[in-house]
């Protein structure tokens, strides 16, 4: 018998609102939720640890809720927190299921065995991108078009190094709507803007917009805001209408 993670009053791992169906957007957020299923415990943290970055995007998750919202646009959540398995690393990648995240060591995630790789794969990882495939699908049959936009925050610090940037555009090979929303942004006047900063999407460390975006040949951008700036509700719904007002602006004609 394949061991199983979820028990039957875990929360499924992911959430969905459908949007009003005209809106061109498809809004995913791979590390909204930092929850842990009954069985994995605490993994050997503390709820201090469990409310860093190290188990989810602070701010992301209700960015990516209100920009949804203010685009009609249809968008899924991840609930379960990146330490149970990241939903956006392949499954191939070495910290797919992380046993040290920055300085933090992941004391639950050290001798994780082939079964129980496979059920937070079977149980966490697969469901969520089932969902999200499901929706593209259904959009492609319908002949309506979609613009898929990733939803991630960032450190203002790394391994006590600082990190000017207000927001980062990443892409892999397509910058069909990263390269217009950057220029965007940037002419906003009052921010920092990188490329392919914090972080620069591959194909080895990256799997959401590869997977959903580039493989489809869709316009794909993976946004990094800094956490600072969207750890409340002010700064949520700030960049939530800053993103909504220029994203549209940028789909490729």
């Known amino acids: 018998m394949q061991p199983r993670l979820l028990d039957d009053d875990d929360p499924a791992p992911f959430e969905v609102a459908e949007g009003d169906g005209a809106s061109p ?19 050997g943290l503390t709820p201090a640890e469990l409310a860093t970055h190290v188990a989810w995007d602070i701010g992301a998750g209700e960015v990516a809720r209100r920009l949804a919202g203010a685009l009609g646009a249809f968008v899924a959540c991840q609930r379960y927190s990146r330490l149970v398995i990241d939903c956006n690393r392949p499954l191939t990648a070495p910290d797919s299921i992380a046993p040290r995240s920055e300085r933090t060591d992941i004391p639950g995630n050290r001798c994780v065995t082939a079964g129980e790789a496979q059920a937070r794969a079977r149980e966490v990882f697969e469901p969520y991108h089932a969902r999200i495939r499901a929706e593209l699908d259904r959009r492609r049959a ?3 078009s979609s613009v898929l936009v990733s939803v991630h925050s960032f450190t203002p610090v790394f391994l006590d190094v600082a990190r000017p940037w207000h927001v980062g555009i990443l892409y892999n090979r397509d910058p069909r709507l990263a390269e217009p929303l ?7 006047g009052d921010l920092v803007v990188g490329c392919n900063q914090p972080y620069a999407v591959n194909d080895s460390s990256d799997y959401s917009v590869n997977h959903h975006g580039e493989q489809r040949e869709i316009p794909y951008v993976e946004l990094e805001i800094r956490q600072d700036l969207i750890a409340g ?5 700030a960049w939530a209408e800053r993103l909504a007002r220029l994203l549209p602006a940028a789909i490729p004609k």
């Open 25 to 43: 957007f498809v809004v995913i957020c791979d590390h909204a939720g930092r929850r842990l299923p009954r069985a994995l415990g605490d993994l």
């Open 142 to 144: 319908a002949g309506q």
């Open 182 to 188: 950057l220029s965007l942004l940037r002419a906003e």
């Open 233 to 237: 509700g002010a700064g949520q719904i």
